[in-house]
């Protein structure tokens, strides 16, 4: 690329997170403003990876192999009707079973 498109470029980068900025800041209101009716709450778990790490290293930097399972962490979701805002949450209370807290 030349000097010029860089420039242009450049420019058009400042604008672009301008204009993000301002987008954010409207769905934010937006948002904010919306008397929000969630949806049906959905059991959404992520799950990280485990994995194996084989023994290495000699004597006192011996480190033995090590096994990480994968991990389960629970989680749930709800989205808003009206205005699509999404909301998850990994809180949840216990009133005879466990209930998601948002
Ligand atoms: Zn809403």
């Known amino acids: 690329m030349k000097?010029?498109?860089?420039?242009?470029?450049?420019?058009?980068?400042?604008k672009t997170e301008e204009d993000l900025k301002?987008?954010?800041a409207m769905l934010d209101e937006g948002e904010r403003n919306c008397h929000h009716v969630w949806g049906e709450t959905i059991y959404a778990p992520e799950t990280i990876k485990?994995?194996?790490?084989p023994a290495r290293g000699q004597g006192s930097h011996f480190e033995s192999s090590l096994t990480v399972p994968d991990q389960t962490i629970k989680k749930w979701k709800r989205d808003c009707k009206l205005c699509g805002k999404s909301e998850t949450t990994t809180k949840?209370?216990?009133e005879g079973?466990?209930?998601p807290v948002f």
Do not use: A, D, W
């Open 3 to 14: 000097g010029e498109e860089l420039k242009q470029l450049r420019k058009n980068i400042q």
């Open 22 to 24: 301002k987008m954010n």
């Open 50 to 53: 485990g994995y194996f790490s």
């Open 92 to 94: 949840t209370k216990f």
């Open 97 to 99: 079973r466990e209930i």
